[in-house]
């Protein structure tokens, strides 16, 4: 099992890296080519410094190719300003001069641009409340697991896994992690009423009360009618969203410290 993971692993990585960026599948060589939308210096700088109030990660296939699936797919963000213009933000080999991270009128996106996952309005707008949500004790968590963006089922690490914690009001919050989820940390927290029926128990959503079975209060793997029991855990409210957060960890990186990884060291923390 163990050379199983060690030759997966190995070969994400020779994927990522070997393959071939979005100039390998332009003919030429080159970017395509707009017309300046601004041509004074002033104009750009104050598009520099406007307010974005709602941003969307977007991706499309790299060249001419016919589908977008992981690094076989080349993406960037759609923000939207306060006066409603939506530019395209992305970054790319030969694409700047002083910076290879451009900015693009949206008007100049193709329709081989899509949305590469639902952008939610904030739950919590006010500092005072996203604290309180923070240092809320959690009593339960159940780690879940969904298929990747364009894949229509889930296999061990071809998929993507979070953990959903039920507070004492009884209001459960996602925590999960990935590439460009968040700005000073990439595990968040969204409200679990934005979670699609994509989403799946990876574990028997069950109380646990017999800390006899391992001596912390989680459930060992077992195989039910197919099954996979991975775990899950009663925290009584020992750990909050905070230790949560925390344990997921402020970076990403796709092979040693992916969603995966997050999400098993949630669930892995000792009881107070």
Known sequence: MQCFRISTALWIFLLVTLVPGDAFFRK???AKNFPHDMTRKSD???LYNSRVIHAERMRRPLGNRPFAFGPLSHSGVRVTLDNGKK??????????R?????????????????ASGKSFPHDITQQSDLTKLYNSP???????????????FSLWILSHSGV?????????????????????SQTVVVNAKHMSSDWKASIQSVPVYCDKQTG???????????????????FRGTKT??????????DYKLIFDNCHFGSRRMMDQKKK
């Open 28 to 30: 030429g060589g080159r």
């Open 44 to 46: 750009l700088n104050r």
């Open 87 to 96: 530019y395209l933000i992305h970054k790319g080999s030969g694409f700047g």
């Open 98 to 114: 002083t910076s290879q991270t451009v900015v693009v009128d949206a008007n100049h996106m193709s329709n081989r641009w899509k």
């Open 138 to 152: 959690v009593y339960k968590a159940d780690r879940m697991r969904r298929p990747l963006e364009g894949m229509s």
């Open 164 to 184: 959903r914690a039920t507070l004492a009001d009884g209001s459960q919050w996602l925590i999960h992690k990935g590439d460009g989820f968040g700005r000073s």
């Open 216 to 234: 912390d209060g989680a459930v060992r793997p077992v195989h039910v009618s197919g099954i996979r029991i991975i775990e899950t855990k009663d």
């Open 241 to 250: 969203i905070s230790d949560f957060v925390k344990a997921g960890g402020t």
